[in-house]
């Protein structure tokens, strides 16, 4: 199980590029990235569409999932 901050360093992104490709600050993607906010159902499925990889999997928490 990956995170966005994992996602995104493995594909050579920064969260500055993120965030202009989603069109909010940089500090939404690092509070997204902390685990202090969640992105809403748009943002998730944008970042799915530009990760390649299930919002589910990416926002595992944020699905409310047991281990």
Known sequence: MKNL????????????EL????????KT????ECGYRNPGT???QQ???IFKIPKEEIFFTAFNYKT
Not at 6 to 13: A, D, F, K, L, S
Not at 19 to 26: C, I
Request: net charge negative; aromatic share 4%; no cysteine.
């Open 19 to 26: 965030a202009d490709m989603l069109q909010v600050s940089q």
């Open 5 to 16: 901050k994992e996602i995104r360093e493995e594909r050579g992104v920064s969260q500055q």
């Open 47 to 49: 970042i799915e569409d």
């Open 42 to 44: 748009k943002k998730m």
């Open 29 to 32: 993607v690092s509070s997204w």
